[in-house]
Each structure stands twice: as C-alpha cells, then as structure tokens.
C-alpha cells in the first residue's frame, strides 16, 4: 500500500482486504479493524469547529431486502448497533409484509428500511464502513455454518436458523465494541474540547430521531454451537 494513498483510498483498501473469503477470520478482522481506527481517526480530526458548525443532520435509508424467512430484520439490527457504536442514531420501518410486485417508496418487495440519522459528515465516513459490515458479517456467519450444518439432523431447522440470528446479532455486538472501545481511545488522544464536541454532537443526533418510535419485538435467537460466542468473538477479535 502506497503512503501516498488518501484516508479514503486506505479505507477502501482495508475494506477490500476485510470483504475477501480468501484469507482468514482474522486477517479479514483484522483488516476491518484498520479501516475503522482509519474513519474514526479521520471523523475526529475533522472535527473543526467552523466546518462542523456548517454541518447538518440528514437521514439516508439503507434497504435490506427480504420477507420473514430471510435474515433483513437481523442485518438491520446488526447495522443498527454498529451505527450507534459510530455516534449516529437509526429506527427502522418493517416493509418485509410486501409482495414482490408491491412498493413502498419506490422499492419494490419486502424489504427493511433502516433510517440512519446523523451529521452529513458522519454518514459519509460510515457509509463504507456499513456496507463492508454487512458483507463480513455474512462471510462470517456462512462459515460458521459450514462448521455446524450437521446440527439440523439433530435440532432440526427452526433452532439453527435461530443460531445463525444469534451468530449475526452477537457478530455485530463485537464490532459495535470494537468500534466504541476505538473511538474512546481516539477522542482521548485528541485536542482539548474534542470530547465535549463529539458529546454535543451525540445529543443533537438522539434530539433529531421522530418522537414516539415504537419498540420492536426481540429477534428469538438460540446459542446452538456456540453461535453467540463465535459471533461476538468473529466481530471484536481484531481489536
């Protein structure tokens, strides 16, 4: 990697590194881990006080597709931990009742919307961040799969399908952590009124979500194989 690549380009490049089925859990986590001490560390150091004051608080949708058998409630919940982990709020709108020929919205089918509500800066450094989440977590949760597929002879279909549910929710606990425990670190190394800032910012993000969201019903998870514990641990190792 070239030391004249921009913070984005190096994002980018852990990125690619973290989204390959090629390499190792830990090599894919650990390249993860760089690209988000790289956002976070960019985030912060943007953090002027005359620039930030211009900054403004918009939603951005991130579409999840697929009904009640499919896994978009799960993945949503995944992201949504990852976001608050980044500063930023979201809530999500339930759309997975739509026939494929149905739209809500303009998208067409069942889907999830999840509203990711934050500063226009902020959306922008985590864009790539959420993207590149999904697609490791997936990598991730196949192949703990593989390693477990013979568990549905035994406990049958229903009680892995709630496994693979935990392995996902606990995968995006772990870079939730590791994303948190980052930003911690980096907002202490940071100039003086840097924390005060990022609080302030916090506040202003949580005042912004719509009034009176409902609370949705826990997603049933079961720890089958560990799929708790290897999710969680698939997400945070690389800290």
Known sequence: MSKSMSVQ????????????????????DLAASRAEKLM????????DPEETSKDVIVP????????????????????????????????????????????HNGVKGAHIVLVVIGFQA????????????L???????????RRNKHL?????????????????????????????????VIVEEASSGTELAVISRGEQVKAALPKNLGRGKPI??????NATMSGYAAGLSAN
């Open 152 to 184: 549905t002879d035994i406990y049958g279909e229903n009680q892995i399908w709630k496994a693979q549910k935990g392995f996902y929710l606990s995968f995006g606990r772990g870079v939730a952590d590791r994303i948190r425990e980052s930003r911690r």
């Open 9 to 28: 380009d190096k994002i980018r490049h852990f990125l690619k590194l973290a989204e390959d089925k090629g390499a190792t859990q830990a090599e894919r």
């Open 40 to 47: 976070i560390q960019y985030a912060i150091s943007s953090l």
């Open 135 to 145: 697609v490791q977590a997936k990598i991730a949760q196949q192949a703990w799969y």
């Open 122 to 133: 902020d959306q922008d450094a985590a864009a790539p961040i959420l993207a590149s989440t």
């Open 60 to 103: 951005r949708n991130i579409i999840l597709k697929g009904g009640s058998s499919s896994f978009s409630l799960t993945l949503a919940a995944v992201l949504s931990q990852v976001v608050q982990a980044m500063g930023m709020q979201s809530y999500l709108m339930d759309n997975r009742s739509l026939r494929k020929y149905q739209e």
């Open 220 to 225: 049933g998870t079961s720890g089958l194989g």
